[in-house]
């Protein structure tokens, strides 16, 4: 079977600096990928690649038997690729009913079509799911800037879903949540439907292994190591870059 995304052969560079070397990666349908390594590996910078917020010197992105390389974020969100970045991004003044429905907007409102009160109710109809999903339906009606961390997490995945993702960019969700937050993100994220292909940034590997079926690990723009988790965990190389103190 032809992955549902694949990634050939791409290269990053900022000025002198080389940010991914000719990395790979492929993900089937349904499949949960997480993608580890130190700090300045180029993690982000793949899935800025993968999201269309930033083209490469070189390689290719092919989603669903095609050529996306030359389409923006918004093109590719429309396909199907939808993320969430390492900073949570919610409008603070809007509820959380109000984001999920701006999230919604592009799937409900064609290209070139205006904007009605038909489409507005389809947007908000949608909303109330995605949020029940997320664990925010007591908080639907409050500002997001009120919302505590862990929710805005939260309702950043509930917006990303409301793209309806063929393929989930996750940066780094956990960053900053307590260890409660952390578990019951974890619940949320185990609790999404299958067919829906996730690509996990993630230090932690506690969480890598709870959430992950296949694994590759990046070190100064290459691939490392892939495979399953079993193979990440007692893989020497792995070890070796962890043991460094770089993770
Ligand atoms: N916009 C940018 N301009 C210049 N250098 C960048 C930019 N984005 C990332 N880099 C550099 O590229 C490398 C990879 O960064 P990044 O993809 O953010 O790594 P990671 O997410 O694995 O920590 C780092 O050395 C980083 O400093
Ligand atoms: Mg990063």
Known sequence: MNPLLSAEEVSVRYGSLTALAGVDLSIH????HALIGPNGAGKTTLLDVIGGATKPQRGTVRFAGRDISRLGP?????????RIHQRPAVFPTLTAT???????????????????????RTA??????????????????VPAGHLAHGQRRQLEIAMALAGSPRLLLLDEPA???????????????????RAIAVLLVEHRLDLVYALS???????????????????????????????????
């Open 213 to 247: 079926d296949t694994v590759t690990v990046l070190r100064d723009g290459q691939t490392l190591a892939a495979g399953t988790p079993d193979e990440i965990r007692t893989s020497p190389l792995v070890r070796q870059a962890y043991a460094d103190g770089v993770a």
């Open 124 to 141: 908000q109809h949608r909303a109330g799911p995605l949020l029940e999903r997320m664990g925010l339906a007591d908080v639907a009606a």
């Open 29 to 32: 349908e349904g499949q949960r």
């Open 74 to 82: 918004a093109a590719r969100a429309r396909r199907g690729i939808n």
């Open 98 to 120: 109000e984001n999920v429905v701006v999230a919604a907007l592009p799937r409900v409102v064609p290209r070139r079509r205006w904007w009605s009160g038909g489409r507005r």
């Open 175 to 193: 960053a900053g949540l307590s260890a409660n937050e952390v578990g019951r993100l974890v619940d949320l994220l185990r609790a999404l439907p």
